[in-house]
């Protein structure tokens, strides 16, 4: 019983982290990313679909990416889309290649954007911190009922520590990378 709630706790800090990674990937960098136009959607016969399904994203160069739309009458709905999301692109269409460039931070904005990835580093410490204490929950509710003995319980409860303090390291240092990143000129 303990081994398993320790192995649930384990998962689920893992798709906190993971959950985290995704967000600093929205973050927009000075540098061109094709996971960065992801979750931009675009109208594609009445429903709404991911950019990357309706078209090919390359990198043309460092700061410029080229969205190739598959089929030619998407060429407009997808440089509306791109021009609409919350990412401030500017996209210009040539033929059926959409060329976006990406605007240099200025050190106002940069530090704006560490403090968001700060933000979204104390949700992710949050959440796994929230986990450690529902796991210990489990653990002592385990003991009240007379499941397990309480060395066995106090053993866990420094297992699941060490998850936690392992998760926040790992929080710690890729929002260290991200500062780095952005930090970049």
Do not use: F
């Not at 060490?162 to 952005?182: F, H, P, Q, R, W």
Request: proline content about 4%; overall charge neutral.
């Amino acid at each position: 019983m303990i081994a398993e709630l320790k192995k649930i706790a384990e998962a689920k800090m893992q798709k906190s982290l993971e959950a985290l990674k995704n967000d600093l990937l929205k973050i927009r960098t000075g540098r061109a990313h094709t996971g960065l136009l992801d979750h931009v959607m675009v109208d594609y016969y009445g429903s709404p679909v991911p950019v990357n399904q309706v078209a090919n994203i390359t990198l043309v160069d460092a700061r410029t990416l080229g969205v190739q739309p598959w089929e030619k009458n998407m060429v407009q709905k997808v440089e509306k889309a791109i021009r609409d999301s919350d990412l401030g692109l500017n996209p210009a269409s040539q033929g059926d290649l959409i060329r976006v460039p990406m605007p240099a931070l200025t050190e106002e904005r940069r530090k704006e954007m560490i403090k968001v990835v700060k933000n979204e580093g104390e949700g992710a410490k949050v959440a796994i911190r929230n986990l450690r204490r529902d796991a210990n929950t489990h653990l002592k509710d385990a003991l009240k009922k007379g499941d397990i003995p309480e060395d066995d319980e106090r053993r866990a409860q420094d297992d699941v520590q060490k998850l936690t303090d392992k998760y926040i390291a790992e929080v710690d240092k890729m929002l260290a990378a991200k500062e780095a990143e952005l930090m970049q000129i």
